[in-house]
């Protein structure tokens, strides 16, 4: 690709925390960005975005060939979706429509590490399906593996008990060790992979700048706020049955599978190297510390900032 024309982007589920994120810091940076979305009339959570809306159903070849028509490059996040043929067709349908358009690289957002052996747990098994068509494709691709989310804890499922009581509660073991990464982290190294030497063909495990266990996470949080706060590792069966009700039987099945893995002792897998990260795709990353300062906490007491 001549280094004069310009790049277009196509990122998908741009509607979500994860795609936003992406859309936003591409489109901020002045590059053409299309957002790939179920539904245009549904209000992305940045007013007056610069990226445009394109609707699209990932199961439907023809919307993805409209969808990547003149794009460059492409950003694809799958939505909280395990059944393995409904992935499996939104993999090919992506392949083939990045192939048609001449796409010079596709990042895969894989939104998990996966365990080097087969687990038979649909939260991995599927992404590492989707990751093999894509590789498999002969599309020049990238596929990056994050950890868990610091934006998790900011939600209205963490963010009071964290306010109000001093609680941390996660499906994780007190010991476990983990990369805890931003939305806004991911979308750099995610960005980063559009263009970074060295990359294509390669699966990379990325995480945030600090490699955490609960304690210290707490640790982390306490000394941000100013107050005490204390680990609590929830019950797998509990979490998976609280996101059922927001999700559905079969998403919170997929997403919980993840961490009832974790729980049966894969002590590494959460546990990405920063540095590693941060050479690879030459990013920047944000310390735990300085993310929980920059979050208005006041919002989960009923007060404002």
């Known amino acids: 690709m001549s280094e004069?024309?310009?790049?277009?982007?196509?990122?998908t589920g741009a509607n979500g925390f994860q795609g936003g994120a992406v859309a936003r810091l591409l489109s901020g940076r002045g590059h053409e960005v299309r957002g790939l979305v179920r539904d245009t009339d549904r209000p992305a959570d940045d007013e007056g975005r610069a990226w445009t809306p394109?609707?699209?159903?990932?199961?439907?070849?023809?919307?993805?060939?409209?969808?990547?028509?003149?794009?460059?490059?492409?950003?694809?996040?799958?939505p909280l979706v395990y059944e393995a043929d409904s992935v499996l067709a939104y993999a090919r349908?992506?392949?083939?429509?990045?192939?048609?358009?001449?796409v010079s690289r596709l990042v895969y957002n894989v939104n998990t590490p996966l365990p080097e052996g087969r687990t038979g747990r649909a939260g991995f098994e599927t992404r590492r399906l989707a990751e093999q068509v894509l590789f498999d494709s002969g599309l020049p691709t990238v596929s990056v593996r994050p950890p868990v989310y610091?934006?998790?804890?900011?939600?209205?499922?963490?963010?009071?008990?964290l306010v109000n009581d001093g609680v941390l509660a996660y499906p994780l073991p007190v010991g476990q060790?983990?990369?805890?990464?931003?939305?806004?982290?991911?979308?750099?190294?995610?960005?980063?992979?559009?263009?970074?030497?060295?990359?294509?063909?390669?699966?990379?495990?990325?995480?945030?700048?600090d490699v955490l266990t609960g304690t210290e996470?707490?640790?982390?949080?306490?000394?941000?706020?100013?107050?005490?706060?204390?680990?609590l590792p929830l019950g797998v069966e509990d979490f998976e049955a609280g996101l059922g009700q927001l999700l559905g039987a079969e998403s919170a099945a997929g997403v919980a599978g993840i961490y009832h893995h974790v729980a049966a002792g894969d002590q590494d897998l959460l546990a990405a190297e920063p540095t590693t990260t941060e050479r690879v795709f030459g990013v920047q990353l944000t310390s735990t510390v300085e993310w929980i300062k920059t979050q208005n906490w006041d919002i989960w007491s009923g007060r404002t900032a």
Do not use: C
């Open 4 to 11: 004069d024309q310009p790049k277009r982007y196509l990122v």
């Open 54 to 78: 394109v609707r699209g159903d990932l199961g439907s070849a023809e919307d993805l060939r409209r969808a990547f028509e003149s794009v460059t490059h492409a950003v694809v996040t799958l």
């Open 93 to 102: 349908n992506i392949a083939e429509a990045a192939r048609e358009a001449g």
């Open 150 to 161: 610091l934006d998790n804890l900011f939600s209205p499922w963490n963010g009071p008990a």
């Open 177 to 209: 060790r983990v990369a805890w990464m931003s939305h806004a982290d991911l979308a750099q190294v995610l960005a980063a992979a559009t263009e970074a030497e060295g990359v294509v063909g390669r699966a990379v495990d990325v995480g945030g700048a």
């Open 217 to 231: 996470l707490a640790a982390a949080f306490a000394n941000a706020l100013g107050r005490e706060v204390r680990y």
